[in-house]
Structure formats: C-alpha cells, structure tokens
C-alpha cells in the first residue's frame, strides 16, 4: 500500500492535468487506472517472480493470459508488463545486484557505529544509548537508526520495569525466607492464605508517558491543537488509601484509611484490621485461614504481631515475609493494576467521587483474575530461590 503522501502528490497531477485539458477522455480513463494499480499493488514474491518467467520464457504468455489463468494470484497488470519486459530483455526474473538507489545511511560503518552505542557495554549496564540519543550524536536520522537496530542488527526492543532497590543483605533475606515459604506453604495451605495490601488512589488520573499517545493526520506535531497535546496536572492532588485482602476463598470490601489519619500499629490493628478485612475474612473462611501482611512498619510493630497471634489462627511473621517484595504479593503484582485500569477510565471529580467508582470498579474484579494472581505465587518463589534473591520481574513483563 503506498504512502498518503504519495497519494496527495498523484492527486495534484490528475487535477492540474484536468483543469488545463491535457487529457482526453480515453486517456484519462489510462491514468485512473494506473492511480488505482499503483494504490492497490502488492510486491511479487519469489514464487511468483519464479512462476511469470516459466510462462514467460517456455510457453510464450502474454501477460493478458497469465492474468486470466491465474485470477488467484491477484497479479496487477502493471506490475506484470515491467517484469515481462525485464525478461524479454535479460532472461532474468530478479533484481540486478547493486540495482536501487545506493545505501546514504546504513552503511558498514553507520551500522558499526549504531552497533556500539545502541548496546550496554560488556560489564557496564546501563551505558547503552538510546536511537535518539545515537541521532544527536552521531547524525545519523533518527528513522535510520532504528532501522539499522531492527532490519541490520537484528535486535529486538524490551521495556524496562521500574523496580525495588535490593541491596545484598535484602537479597539473601528474599532468598532465605523464599525457601521457607516454599517448605511451609502447601498447595492446600495457599487456596486458604489471605494476601493483603494497601495502596493510594488520587484525584488526578495517574500519567503513563510510554501510553499517553494521540494520533492526528497531521504533518508536524506544531499543527496539532495544544489541548490535545498538553494534559495538565496539580501540584497537589486529594489521595485517599484503600486497604484489601484477597483468596481463593474471595475477596473482602475495601477498608478506606480516613484522610490525615496516622497509619501507626494502633489504627492498623483496630480500623483496618479488627473493624475492616478480619470480619470479611472470618465470615468467607471461618477460622481456618493464614494472613500474609508485607513489611510495612506498622505491620512488624510487636502491637500488631501481638494483635494477629490472638485474632487470626496463623499468620506469616514479619521475620519470614521477604523484604522490599511487591513482586511477591498477589494484590501488589496483579489486582492493583487490574482495578486502577478500571477505575481510570473517567473522570474523577472528587474524593467521594473517587471512593464510589472503586466501590463499584472493585465489586467487578472476578475471582478467576485473583486465583489467576494467586497461582503465579508458589512460581514466583521458586523463581527468587533461583535467581538467588534477585529481581524477578522481567520474567514477567
């Protein structure tokens, strides 16, 4: 399919050439049709280049007949005569070797050059730099860098994630407290474990640069409408923190942290816990469950330790819940993002606003999307005890 500017350019050729009466009906009716072959025509393939030469050059076709014996093929009439003449004059079905126009850009070195900086150096991760940094430094256009990347190199494009910082002692604690994990937690344990989780939610649509695109047909982006281009955000936007837990048993309502109140042991033990998840939780499973919490200060505190080895008949303690881990808890790694997709997708108004449309955006999230999440736990494990307490995430993005 040819370009729309190619397309533009042919269109004020036809409308020149009609104005001033430099066709006459028949051949306008020639350079309708050659507009609409050269619109609609498709590159020939091997097989077809193969296939056009035989008829050509042992049974003498014309070009009429192959079109008429093989309507299949959608061979373009056009096309056909160019090949067909080729062929009568050089036996040859195939391009010349260095016919074209000469390579300006991707040349040896251009590709040699883009090969060194495009990549991180042995050892040194991090220095690799990106197509539009190799454009500016090099001079190199930005169009032929990547494709030098893509069709010379070979290589192919992988998003980084964004993770938590593990410093060796986090790593040999990830790596320890995996491996008990995995020797307590049997399969028939975790269908009965209540992962949980807090998060904040604001006012102001959260920004995604990488997806935040807008398409218009338009030549440059200065003639696009700045208030497409340009989205505005506060400073200081109103948040409000929601608190869930989540099995293969269900999953309880949202427990919100009342605006400027100080999340210590205390508030936890009595507002999120006590009065919030734990009646949810004892109601779908009775007393027969395990509580994972992360490592977030109020929940290691001995008030809340205290608080759990009394009201819940089994918990993983702090000291064996893996360190500086979102990438291990079901809600963190999986339903946050399902419910802040749906939550998202209008326009928040207010925090009471806010509080209503994840109410109704979390009774939607289905139980197979949290077993799904909960089945990728005992793997995730596994994964941190091979990777000896490293990141895990890339296995999953």
Not at 144 to 158: F, M, P
Not at 204 to 216: C, G, I, K, L
Request: aromatic fraction near 8%; charged fraction near 25%.
């Amino acid at each position: 399919m040819l370009g729309r500017d190619y397309l533009l350019s042919v269109s004020v050729k036809f409308v020149y050439m009609v104005k001033y009466s430099l066709l006459n009906s028949r051949k306008l009716l020639y350079v309708i049709a050659h507009v609409i072959t050269d619109v609609n025509m498709a590159p020939l393939t091997a097989e077809d280049r193969l296939l056009i030469k035989t008829l050509r050059i042992e049974k003498g076709w014309t070009v009429n007949r192959m079109i008429t014996e093989f309507p299949a093929r959608e061979w373009k009439r056009r096309t056909l005569y160019d090949l067909v003449r080729k062929i009568d004059s050089t036996g040859s079905a195939e391009r010349l070797p260095g016919s074209g126009r000469p390579r300006s850009a991707r040349t040896v070195s251009n590709i040699q050059l883009v090969d060194d900086l495009i990549c991180s150096q042995e050892g040194k991760p991090g220095t690799s730099r990106t197509p539009r940094e190799i454009a500016r430094e090099t001079g190199i256009s930005h169009s032929s860098v990547v494709r030098i990347a893509k069709n010379d190199l070979q290589l192919k494009v992988y998003r980084r994630c964004e993770v938590q910082t593990l410093s060796t002692a986090d790593k040999l604690k990830r790596l320890n407290a995996c491996k008990r994990l995995k020797k307590r937690m049997t399969q028939s344990k975790i269908s009965r474990t209540w992962f949980s989780d807090e998060k904040t939610f604001t006012v102001e649509t959260p920004s995604n640069s990488q997806n935040d695109r807008v398409y218009a047909m338009v030549n440059a982006k200065r003639d696009v409408s700045p208030s497409r281009l340009l989205k505005c955000r506060k400073h200081f936007t109103k948040s409000i923190m929601v608190s869930v837990a989540v099995s293969k048993l269900g999953k309880t309502s949202l427990v919100f942290v009342q605006p400027g109140a100080k999340v210590n042991s205390a508030y936890y033990c009595d507002h999120v816990l006590k009065n919030g998840l734990l009646q949810d939780i004892h109601q779908l499973s009775g007393n027969n469950f395990t509580f994972q919490q992360d490592g977030a200060p109020s929940h290691r505190s001995k008030h809340t330790v205290e608080f759990l080895q009394t009201n819940v008949p089994d918990f993983i303690e702090p000291s064996n819940w893996p360190p500086n881990s979102p990438d291990l808890n079901p809600v963190d790694y999986s339903i946050w993002g399902a419910l802040q997709q749906l939550v998202y997708r209008q326009k928040i108004t207010d925090i009471e606003h806010l509080k209503r449309v994840l109410i109704n955006c979390w009774d939607t999230i289905s139980q197979e999307l949290i077993n799904g999440a909960i089945d990728q736990w005992s793997k995730r494990l596994s994964l941190v005890i091979r990777s000896h307490g490293g990141h895990i995430e890339h296995h999953f993005r």
